[in-house]
């Protein structure tokens, strides 16, 4: 289940109006205007999916990215952007990204990504469910 998010941006707009959506969807959300604030709180923290800006002062989303998976940290990775381009998007995917949103996003976008999280994180739970049972 989809419990702990973090929300990385810039914008104050941006992030106020994500975290609204990740709340009303039941999820606890933590803040973070820059990426570094995230990397900070990694080793006390984990969480279910992180919902980060491409353009950020200092690390950049697809830099944080490519972070992450060096750190064999494998949390669902949501970029969105007010710069989408065919060529960043393509760039997310090949890096692992879970998702990618342009700006300006509806609340349905953001609710679709995050059921389509808690999917998977239901099939990877019933996979693991009917491994163990052959293994017995």
């Known amino acids: 289940m989809v419990a702990r998010a973090v929300v990385i941006d810039d914008e104050t707009e941006v992030l106020d109006l994500i975290e609204q959506i990740l709340k009303e969807e039941g999820l606890s959300v933590k803040r973070c205007t820059r990426a570094e604030e995230l990397l900070d709180s990694l080793p006390e923290q984990s969480f279910d999916i992180i919902i980060c800006d491409l353009i950020l002062p ?12 060096s750190m064999h940290n494998e949390t669902p990775f949501v ?5 989408a381009s065919l060529d960043t998007a393509i760039q ?3 890096r692992g990204a879970f998702h990618y949103i342009k700006k300006p996003f509806t609340i349905e976008e953001i609710r679709l990504v995050i059921n389509r999280l ?10 693991r469910s009917l491994k163990e049972q052959v293994v017995r």
């Open 92 to 94: 997310a995917v090949n």
């Open 118 to 127: 808690r999917q998977r994180q239901d099939l990877l739970a019933e996979v």
């Open 79 to 83: 970029l969105i952007t007010g710069y």
């Open 58 to 69: 200092g690390i950049s989303g697809l830099e944080l990215l490519d972070m992450l998976h």
